[in-house]
C-alpha cells in the first residue's frame, strides 16, 4: 500500500505542475518554447504515472504478503520515482510564485522574469523527465510479460 501511495503522491504533484504550467505558459506571450515541450512531456508523465499506479494496486489485491513489502520498497526506493519526484518539485516551487489573476502588464512582465530556467536547463529537465517516463514504461511492459 506504500507503493501506491507514493505513486498517488506522484500523479496528484504532476497534475499540480500540468495545471500551473500551462496557466502559466497561456499567460506570458512569448514564453520559450522549451517550456511547451516540457509541459507535453508531464503530461505524458501523468498517464505513464497512472498506468503503474492500476499496476500497484493490482499488485496489491494480490495477497502476496512478505513479497507484497518487497515490492512497495522496491517501488519506494525506485530511482526513477525519486528523480521524478524532485525534477516535479523542482518545477512545482518555480510554478507556487505565478499568480494566475494578475493580467496587468506588469504583471505579465513579472511572469515572464519568473521561469528562472534558461532554454538550456528548461530541456535537461524534460530529458530527465523523459527518460523517467521511459524507464516506468519499460518496467510496465516486463510486468505484462
Do not use: H
Amino acid at each position: 500500500m506504500e507503493a501506491a501511495a507514493s505513486v498517488a503522491g506522484l500523479i496528484a504533484l504532476s497534475d499540480l505542475v500540468v495545471t500551473k504550467g500551462y496557466q502559466y505558459y497561456s499567460a506570458v506571450k512569448g514564453a520559450i518554447p522549451e517550456i511547451n515541450e516540457l509541459l507535453l512531456e508531464v503530461t505524458q508523465l501523468y498517464g505513464v504515472l497512472n498506468s503503474l499506479r492500476l499496476v500497484v494496486e493490482r499488485l496489491s489485491q494480490c495477497k502476496l504478503g512478505v513479497q507484497q513489502d518487497m515490492i512497495d520498497q522496491a517501488i519506494i526506493k525506485s530511482e526513477y520515482l525519486t528523480t521524478c519526484r524532485n525534477n516535479l518539485n523542482r518545477l512545482k516551487v518555480i510554478l507556487a510564485k505565478f499568480d494566475p489573476t494578475d493580467q496587468t502588464k506588469l504583471g505579465l512582465l513579472k511572469l515572464k522574469a519568473l521561469w528562472p530556467l534558461k532554454a538550456g536547463e528548461t530541456q535537461q529537465i524534460t530529458r530527465s523527465i523523459q527518460q523517467n517516463k521511459t524507464n516506468i514504461l519499460l518496467a510496465l511492459q516486463v510486468n505484462e510479460m
